[in-house]
């Protein structure tokens, strides 16, 4: 099969053949019809994230599953599904307590060391080398996963398009619903407007937010964001995006999400959140940078601050389908760019240059 193979540190997507992987116990074998393009990617090949070498990058993909392996029975052979980049194993004591998000062994072996939780890859050159895979490693023709990690896409929904819903839009809602705990009727900021960022405002929205209010520096970004659900911009480069907030909210957003990872976002979003308010943290920084906090205001106006990192597949790829299939969320809104994996590397070029609004989609199967 073609795949996308990175070879070193900050080396190109170099378009190779590898032997076609098989699916183990658990684990179902999808021919990948779409995956996303993600800043996360970018930070795995520049070793922002450590990483084993050579990988196949990708983990947010859509497609139709070809094989199951022995003991899956919830999905078969034949249907279209959407995969998550977080891959649960369903044993660990995270996931029996319903935080598979925090899944022990998805970070363990595959964060870690490029494997399934066997401590084994699923890809390997034609000379039997080991490649080492990112999720499910969904930059190929097709992809090896967990099948927690899978769920049907819903009818209506679009095969190709759903493919983001399995990291954008999971994170996003993971923030959102488990972490932030939106209500109805809830103002929300939304501290940059990246593929991260854009998700967050389109699931508030049909979440039932009723001010949401996006921050960013870019103007095509923002109107992005108003397209996709904003009822109010700030332009960060223009005005002091705190008075703005607060300016705009009356008093204060109730809850805000920053998905940019800057010291400076990070203490601004803990300034326009309302007294009582919560801010959840989403934006990934290099390992060990940190921000400062007025601790007064902290404790005074009892505000909450909580990091959360994607979400929980075996319950939000339900319920974000549900969303889609209700025609209140549409994953094509956010795709601005689709490439076939042969510009994989021109792809993550762009990305790398500011130059991708929204979400970029790699579709690999040109018949999907």
Known sequence: MRAA????TSGSFEIVD????RPGPGEILVRIAACGVCHTD??????SVTFPFPAVLGHEVSGAVEAVGAGVEH????????GAFIMPCGTCPMCTSGREELCEPFFAHNRLNGTLYDGTTRLFDSHGNPVWMYSMAGLAEYAVMPALAAAPIPSGGHLRDSAILGCAFLTAYGALAHVGGLRPGSSVAVVGAGGVGLSTVAVA?????????AVDLADDRLRTAEHLGATAVVNAAAVDPVEAVREITGSGAELVIEAIGRPDTFRQSTEMVADGGRCVMVGLAPVGRTADVEITRLVRRKIQVCGSFGGRPRQDLAHLGQLVADGLLDPGALISRRFPLEEADLAYRLLSEGKIVGRALIEVQADA
């Open 5 to 8: 193979v990175v070879r070193a």
């Open 18 to 21: 590898l032997r076609d992987p």
């Open 75 to 82: 999905i078969s052979a034949g249907q279209s599904v959407v």
């Open 42 to 47: 970018l930070h795995v090949r520049d070793g």
């Open 205 to 213: 929205r049909a979440l039932g937010a009723d001010q949401i209010v």
